[in-house]
């Protein structure tokens, strides 16, 4: 028997689909189905046919259609074939090796294909960054302007607080252990270098990641999502140029000079603790900084902070950029792009210190 469908099979034609089916005759032992004549099939159309094709099924015919089976009627039995999966393990069943290699295989080809989007990210920030010095209408220098008094004289006031407390903590407890062996002076050295060569430059890039990073990347997600960044490429825009360059070199500057201020407010947490604390006069503290202090201990805190800035600008415009489809997934990249942040700050710090000490510096 070959079933020829016709016409519109939706559900304001249920009452007429449901009487034709079930006149169709039973007993047959094929039954060819033929929807080249079917002009629209939703899934209520699609539900009844399935029913009938399953009677029939049952009474011992074999179903066949001529040509590929309707789309909504495969997605039907994709459905409730899923639906009838047996339940999974639980979550503390042992796996097989086999999962376990499969995982790890995966796991791997993930994150080989983010290193490979991440490295031609950068690659596509240098090459716009060379078409831009070409031209200081490419370089955008109002929007730069911009994004360094965002992210860097915005910033100022809760960087030096931060750098301020926590050098009269060191200072403090610095103090308190030196005391039991009668080198209090040495507290001065001890502010100096922590702050100088570490601590200020560290704190300051966290602070950034957390504050600016997460910033970039909810700006650029957001325009993402209300296809902004669509209407710049339709336009015959960089939106590379527009969205990320600016935001990456106006954080190149800002992070070095937030570090100097860091570093200043330092050592006056130092010397103002040094004083109340420690008997030590002004003049007496800044000539022990001055003779605890070698020539590259400023320039070894100071030179970090530009590949500091570099990696938070990037996380977070990247993540920005991934954002697609909903305010959940905007709200997590935003996270993700600081916790990056700040994890790849600290990595490349410790990077820095050994470099630093296999050189002297």
Not at 73 to 84: C, G, I, K, T, W
Not at 291 to 296: I, Y
Not at 316 to 336: A, D, F, I, P
């Amino acid at each position: 028997m070959t079933l020829g469908l016709r016409g519109a099979w939706r559900i304001e034609n249920i009452a007429e689909i449901e009487h034709a089916l079930a006149s169709l005759p039973a007993g047959h032992a094929r039954v060819r189905i033929d929807s080249g004549a079917l002009e629209a099939l939703d899934l209520s159309g699609a539900w009844l046919l399935r029913e009938r094709l399953a009677g029939l099924k049952e009474s011992g015919a074999s179903i066949e259609f001529a040509g590929q089976a309707p789309a909504q009627l495969v997605f039907l039995q994709d459905m409730l074939a899923d639906a009838h999966m047996p339940p999974a393990a639980p979550a503390d069943a042992p796996a097989s090796l086999r999962d376990a290699l499969a995982w790890v295989g995966r796991t791997s080809l993930e994150q080989l294909g983010r290193v490979h989007d991440a490295t031609g990210y950068l690659g596509r920030l240098a090459l716009t960054l060379r078409s831009a010095l070409r031209s200081a209408h490419h370089l955008r220098i109002p929007s730069i302007t911009r994004h360094v008094y965002e992210t860097g004289i915005q910033a100022v006031p809760i960087v030096a607080l931060i750098a301020f407390l926590i050098s009269v903590i060191v200072a403090y407890l610095g103090a308190q252990q030196l005391r039991q062996f009668g080198a209090e002076i040495f507290t001065v050295d001890l502010v100096a270098i922590a702050v100088l060569r570490e601590m200020g430059v560290l704190l300051t890039a966290i602070i950034v990641a957390g504050r600016s990073g997460s910033a970039f990347a909810a700006e650029i997600g957001v325009m993402r999502l209300n296809e902004e960044v669509d209407a710049l490429r339709s336009m015959g825009i960089d939106y590379f140029e527009v969205l990320v360059l600016p935001r990456v070199i106006g954080l190149l500057i800002a992070l070095p000079l937030l570090t100097i201020v860091a570093d200043a407010m330092g050592l006056m947490g130092g010397a103002l603790l040094s004083s109340l604390l420690l008997d030590i006069p002004l003049p007496q503290y800044i000539a022990r900084v001055q003779d605890a202090l070698a020539p590259t201990t400023f320039w070894a805190g100071l030179i970090k902070a530009p590949v500091f800035a570099l990696l938070i600008a990037m996380v977070g415009t990247y993540r920005g950029m991934q954002v697609r489809s909903s305010s959940r997934e905007l709200g997590r990249l935003t996270t993700v792009a600081v916790v990056q942040s700040i994890f790849l700050v600290i990595l490349a710090d410790a990077i820095f210190a050994i470099i630093f000490v296999e050189l002297d510096f």
